[in-house]
């Protein structure tokens, strides 16, 4: 493994995954100080980054964009647009980016239920959708859940309604193109069993119900989740 000046890793290292550690710490404070640096002065509202995880392969990054309030939260091109004519842009590997819509079903689109249970303990601060608890538990879930589902026909986004104590109970709202393409029953939960996704969730937790769901929380629309690959020599030595 090659490092560059500092000691910090050029690629990826198991360190980046131990969010306690001094190079995920790093590595985090500078992703949050490269975002902020250029989303600041042009997005009114914008309150900051939440770097929820660096993950294999190619430093894959799940962070959540943070604003004052659900009106604040502009729409996904607005923020792509930004993304990719900032010199931020020069570090992202081609085609990763990802932004994923938080805005809550409109009626024409179909909805699911889904819940699971993580295998964590509970702490009070994931009862309130405001906290940055909340909010990075919440932005890993929909990345890992929109990663999941990305291959199913229709499917749009998926949304955080609460975290409640049980180990960590997660209610969530997955959004279709409309709903004539929502899956049934059955189709969700197979698709989220073999999505090998990163989530420690309770064996026989995993419940879902098509064509039902909650009404999404404040969080929903008080946020953005994106997700992108870097070029982590190029970003740290820039």
Partial sequence: MQNIPGGLPSTFTSDLSNQSSTVYQTVSGILKTQVNGFLSPVLPGFLGTIINSLRNPSNIT??????????????TTTVQDLINNSTFSSFIIPGTLRITSTNPPSPTEGVASLQFSLKQDF????????SSGF???AGNVV???NRG???TKGFLRSIVNSFKSGSVITNMTLVFANKSVVPNTSTILSTFTNSNTTL???PGSTTANSGS??????????ALPVTVALLMIQMLTG
């Fill in 62 to 75: 799940d962070l959540t964009l943070v604003f004052v309030n659900q009106t604040s939260v502009p729409n």
């Fill in 123 to 130: 702490t009070s601060d994931l009862s309130d959708t405001s």
């Fill in 149 to 151: 589902f990305s291959k």
């Fill in 135 to 137: 909010k990075t538990l």
């Fill in 213 to 222: 769901a909650l009404r999404p929380t404040v969080f929903s629309m008080a």
């Fill in 200 to 202: 420690s969730i309770v």
């Fill in 143 to 145: 990345s890992e859940v």
